[in-house]
């Protein structure tokens, strides 16, 4: 079966000059530009887990990119090429357009070349390794954080989280909530403005908390958030506080940038991001002592009831 399939993926495949060789060998051939440390990224997403079933092909598609490539975006590195292992219940020829429609539409936005992967007949996965570039030491580490910098968040997490929630309790979609649950944006413009200003980045794809908190072990400090500084939207404002404050802090899927930074660099920052397009604002400051601290309105420490998502201890409540 895969054979008719495989084609239609390599016809339709964009290709690049440092592609020596693309799909239909017995492995890619690929040249990577001298001097640059190769960045290497996988993820894969199941059906069921990582998107509701009844998400379209290309939406699926998409966000088998996105989630790939905001990992490249967290490194600070500029993609350029992906592979794509498929497991596909059947043969469909038409689901496998739609998928392309939705990955190639992402792939062509950033110049990303599809060079090889694999298609098997299995329970819809779809596993997807991208590689990009970063000048030798230039990467951004979740390690870096250092006391007295100042934590920040590019766009607007949790309506993703409040996308899905009203999936979960079988809700209609609020018009336009459901894109920032399939189409999320990698932030790979932020990622590279950020090089040599930021001192630790990740993406959050667990929620924010529990993904700062990588940041923070890594680099051995904690860190102090302002509940009241988190960006909103309508959506977020019209939700009570605390309900509000657990799609920020603990909502997956929004693949922002957390990243920390010397309060000096502010300016330097706030202008460079303005330049790609991509809102971002600071949320609290790393302390030397461990531990993530969030303080409601008042100044009062609150407590997140669970943080982000543990695919081995199931949903959280
Ligand atoms: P092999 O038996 O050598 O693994 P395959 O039949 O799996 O070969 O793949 C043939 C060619 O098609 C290879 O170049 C492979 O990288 C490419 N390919 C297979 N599946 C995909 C896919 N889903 N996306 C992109 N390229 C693919
Ligand atoms: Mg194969």
Not at 224 to 243: G, Q
Request: proline share 7%; glycine share 12%; with cysteine.
């Amino acid at each position: 079966m895969e054979f008719s399939l495989i084609d239609r993926i390599r016809r339709r495949a964009a290709t690049r000059d440092d592609v020596v060789l693309g799909i239909g060998d017995d492995a890619a051939l690929l040249r990577p530009p001298r001097g640059q440390e190769l960045v290497v990224s996988a993820d894969a997403l199941n059906a069921g887990v990582h998107f509701p079933p009844d998400t379209g092909a290309a939406d699926i598609g998409w966000k088998a990119l996105a989630v790939n490539l905001s990992d490249l975006a967290a490194m600070g590195a500029t993609p350029a090429w992906v592979t794509l292992s498929l497991s596909l219940p059947q043969a469909d020829a038409g689901w496998l357009d739609a998928f392309l429609d939705g990955f190639l539409a992402l792939a062509a936005q950033h110049r990303v070349a599809l060079v090889g992967g694999d298609t098997t007949r299995g329970p819809l996965s779809i596993g997807v390794t991208a590689l990009g570039f970063v000048p030798p030491g230039a990467a951004l580490q979740r390690g870096g954080a250092q006391p007295g910098d100042e934590v920040w968040i590019t766009g607007v997490p949790g309506e993703a989280a409040v996308a899905l929630a009203q999936w979960r309790r079988g809700e209609a979609m609020q018009p336009g909530l459901r894109a920032r649950l399939d189409r999320p944006t990698p932030r790979i413009a932020a990622g590279l403005a950020l090089r040599g200003r930021a001192h630790a980045c990740i993406d959050v794809s667990d929620g924010l908390a529990a993904d700062l908190g990588h940041v923070l072990a890594a680099s051995g400090v904690g860190a102090s958030l302002e509940l009241v500084r988190l960006p909103r939207t309508a959506v977020l404002d019209a939700l009570p506080d605390e309900t509000r404050w657990h799609h920020q802090l603990g909502g997956g899927d929004d693949y922002e940038l957390c990243f920390t930074a010397a309060p000096a660099q502010r300016d330097a920052i706030t202008q460079a991001l303005a330049g790609c397009d991509t809102p971002a604002q600071v949320i609290g400051r790393i302390d030397a002592a461990p531990g993530l601290r969030l303080r409601d309105p008042q100044g009062v420490l609150w407590q997140l009831p669970q943080r982000g998502w543990d695919h081995f201890a199931g949903a959280p409540a």
